[in-house]
């Protein structure tokens, strides 16, 4: 297996516009995570889903940012419109439910708002 | 918020010495798990313990927990250059099945 594959792996783009990360979990994998990484903030967990459904969006800053996962094969993390402060990495991750065991993380997005 | 904060925040060691990294957390977990985190790169799973288990083993790796301090430790022995990177402790409470990540400990390990 490829891993958790995301894209794309570095993004530059202007206060205002609209940016779009994508994610395609490992196969067979049921739950999927977004996390942002920042110095300041550490990792900090935006959203999840399980079996495709949102399960916990808390984490989600504001209205601005929204994630959808249509099949079990690939999710979405948008902002619109970004800000400088959305500048992070953002990861994604995906585990198999069941017995406990670790995520296994993609190599994450570079986001920077200029 | 953090539920696990590491301690310490940088750690520098020669080659071949033993690495302890310590990680305290505040509520009840289902287990606790080490990520390692190279610059520039995603988390990498090292291991998991669960809450009714004291020590685990890993290759070079050792974990403690100890719920009665809600605390736990990473040892790495002989360490080798190439385990310089950032290390992680998460907690699972079992609420959800999501996982919430300490600050971090980075570690540099010179030649």
């Known amino acids: 297996d490829a891993g958790v594959i995301q894209s794309p792996r570095h993004e530059v783009t202007e206060m205002g516009q609209e940016v779009t990360l994508r994610c395609k979990p490992i196969s067979g994998h049921d739950y999927l995570f977004w996390y942002r990484q920042t110095m300041m903030r550490g990792l900090e967990l935006l959203i999840y889903?399980?079996?495709?459904?949102?399960?916990?969006d808390s984490g989600m800053p504001e209205d601005r940012f929204s994630a959808k996962m249509p099949n079990a094969s690939f999710s979405t993390l948008k902002i619109q419109p970004s800000e400088p402060r959305d500048s992070a990495v953002y990861f994604c991750?995906?585990?198999?439910?069941?017995?406990?065991?670790?995520?296994?993380f993609g190599s994450g997005t570079r986001l920077t708002v200029v | 918020s953090q539920q696990g904060e590491e301690d310490p925040q940088a750690l520098s060691i020669q080659e071949g010495e033993n690495a302890t990294m310590n990680c305290s957390y505040k509520?009840?977990?289902?287990?606790l798990q080490w990520y390692r985190q190279n610059s520039g790169r995603g988390l990498v799973h090292l291991i998991l313990?669960?809450?009714?288990?004291r020590e685990k083993h890993s290759g070079r790796l050792r974990v403690t927990l100890d719920t009665s301090k809600k605390s736990s430790s990473l040892l790495i022995t002989a360490s080798r250059a190439a385990d310089t990177a950032s290390y992680f402790c998460a907690t699972d409470t079992g609420a959800n099945s999501k996982l919430t990540f300490g600050k971090g400990i980075t570690l540099s390990v010179r030649p």
């Open positions: 991750a995906s585990r198999l439910s069941g017995a406990p065991r670790g995520y296994t």
């Open positions: 313990i669960r809450s009714n288990e």
């Open positions: 889903f399980n079996n495709n459904v949102p399960i916990d």
């Open positions: 509520t009840s977990i289902n287990n």
